[in-house]
């Protein structure tokens, strides 16, 4: 299942890296921020992806639900919420301070 995460996300990579040398051919210039943003906002929006959007989803479910199944005395209950001492425990407390 994993390879075909790998798969799904080296296709959309060559996808849009063919659109955007597209528009670097045509405007002969590299592209901007913006320029960017707007042709991966198009690019990733277009229904063909919808699909494998859903699949990808579909398998990383699958990926969480075998992790919380898994029993292992040095792995915490990561289904329950933590509190403010987990969070305290886990980041330390000089990082609590500093934000």
Do not use: C
Not at 40 to 45: A, L, P, R, V
């Amino acid at each position: 299942m994993y390879e075909e995460i790998l798969f799904i996300i080296g296709s959309f990579e060559t996808g849009l890296a063919g659109e955007l040398e597209k528009k670097y051919k045509k405007n002969e210039k590299s592209l901007n921020k913006q320029e960017f943003i707007r042709i991966f906002k198009q690019f990733s929006s277009t229904r063909n992806w919808d699909v494998y959007k859903k699949r990808v989803k579909r398998i990383m479910a699958t990926y969480d639900e075998e992790l919380r199944n898994i029993k292992h005395p040095k792995l915490i209950d990561y289904k329950k919420e933590f509190t403010s001492e987990d969070i305290k425990k886990l980041l330390g407390r000089k990082l609590l301070k500093e934000g």
